[in-house]
């Protein structure tokens, strides 16, 4: 099963205000958008990948990911996460109705293509499905097979919200990369550890020097 991914992705300006323990103000856009390039990078490597559409007003952000082959998705809602997903998840199927979709985070640098496949292909086994995040209180992938709506509920404890909608939740083990998203300074040490893509790297080093 081939798959669209839909990514969301907040304007830079705005993104990753819980990193400013971490990163300066002036660096945080460039985190957010090295953060999104990798993830993106990564999913469209992934051989259980058809193709990644971002959500996105951020002019910026849409032509360098789009540079990298993602179709980029106005979001025209402007009404939060949820809406954003809802509404690319809409465009996609809208020509192309046997399309299986799932919602991906933005913010997952360290994201392995087939860590990606083995999740995703165990999504493919149910209606609807989400991967908890390392946290285990959020979520960072949410899929819907053909003939049925993604019905995002991502925000606050979503894990469990996802869970209340019927989704299937999935217990796969060695998938760390899909499931570490980064919000604090801690998850970015996370990431790091796990090997993060060369934009995010090349940021953190950044951080780094900016720290001394």
């Not at 991502?154 to 996802?162: K, P, T």
């Not at 998203?181 to 080093?205: N, Q, S």
Request: proline share 7%.
């Amino acid at each position: 099963m081939q798959w669209t991914l839909v990514v969301p992705l907040k304007p830079l300006a705005r993104a990753k205000s819980r990193l400013a323990d971490t990163a300066a103000d002036g660096l945080r856009p460039g985190l957010a958008l090295a953060f999104a390039q990798d993830t993106v990078a990564a999913a469209l490597a992934c051989p259980a990948v058809k193709d990644v559409a971002v959500v996105t007003d951020d002019a910026l952000a849409g032509r360098e990911l789009g540079a990298l082959g993602a179709h980029i998705v106005p979001d025209e809602p402007g009404d939060g996460l949820n809406a954003a997903l809802a509404h690319g998840a809409a465009i996609v199927r809208s020509s192309r109705p046997e399309t299986p979709v799932a919602a991906l985070n933005a913010d997952l640098p360290a994201l392995r293509p087939l860590e990606l496949a083995r999740v995703l292909d165990s999504a493919a086994e149910f209606p609807r499905a989400f991967l908890p995040d390392a946290a285990a209180i959020g979520t960072t992938l949410l899929s819907a097979v053909p003939g049925y709506e993604l019905l995002p509920a991502f925000g606050e404890d979503s894990r469990a919200r996802h869970r209340l909608s019927g989704a299937t939740e999935l217990h796969l083990d060695n998938v760390d990369s899909v499931r570490q998203d980064v919000d604090t300074g801690e998850d970015l040490r996370a990431a790091l550890t796990l090997g993060v893509g060369p934009r995010t790297a090349a940021m953190a080093a950044r951080l780094l020097i900016t720290d001394q």
